[in-house]
């Protein structure tokens, strides 16, 4: 019974966080006229966003086999590959699980101790964490007048954003602050309970010790690198190339794109899937800052976040077959 209550609280949690956080973002939005504002997008601008969402796990899944064959496993760069994109979709399923997956997909079918596999992916998550402050400091230095201007209350609302929009998106409720509140408490005291923290934490720094020396042992360090670039690469093309689908996301241009992405990519760090809910918000609440109508960034948020989430999805449920298929003929 405790077993059936961790599971479903480890679901229904970041549901429940994802819904709370959708309903206030699309609170007054019309959902009678979804398929209008649809049609007023270039979809192929989205098709070509999406194009980048399943390059990105193959970079990740290339960058992975150096991390392991210095630890002496002669991974197929097909696997590594094909299990990232298993562990893309796992996430969104239920948040969190992907890493676990990734590592249990590899321990089954190419030996790979299920403990020396996380400790690797401790060690992506160490690099994708410095490239990520590194993304966030350039553009908070470059757009620094601007966000000095929000934060100090001098900001004054673009024209094209005032027209249709009367109530910004970045304006919360204090029942907001005490709904969401209250879900982070509850949470708190669950991991607390249940999760053991000094042990998580001493197991996080074993594992991280065994990942750093995999990459103190990268034989192709430029490789490597350019692999990590490559990733971040394609998570901001595949956000910015879907503004050109509409004229006033189109023109807010590449640099408030990339505000865009580094506030949403700290958005998919709330454990809700594929960072549904704080995605939408953050990414409105920019592209509104950079005078784009509500009524334009809303649908496009919705639909650029759920043909992202499809893509995984696809790409996830193809690849566990395809490992399946391999590898079974493989035994055989």
Known sequence: MKKFLSNAIKVLLPLLISAVVLAYTYRDYDFSKLWTDVARLD???IFFAVVFSWLSPMFRGLRWNLILSPLGYNVPQRDTTLTVFTGYAANIIIPRFGEISRCAILDRYNSVPF???LGTLLAERFVDMILLLLIALITVLWQMPRFIDLFSGEYK????????SSSPAFVIPDICYWILGAIALVALIWWIVKCKPMQMLKNFVSGLWVGFMSLKQVKNLPLFLAYSLGIWVCY???????????ESTAAVGAIAGLVCFVASSFAVLVPTPNGAGPWHWVVITMLFIYGVPIDDARPLALVLHTAQTAAYLLGGFVSWIVLHLVHREKNS
């Not at 609302?157 to 249709?164: D, F, V, Y």
């Open 43 to 45: 979809l192929w601008w």
């Open 157 to 164: 609302l673009p024209a094209t954003a005032a027209e249709g």
């Open 115 to 117: 403990s020396k596999g």
């Open 236 to 246: 901001y093309l595949e956000m910015y190339l879907a503004f050109f689908s509409l």
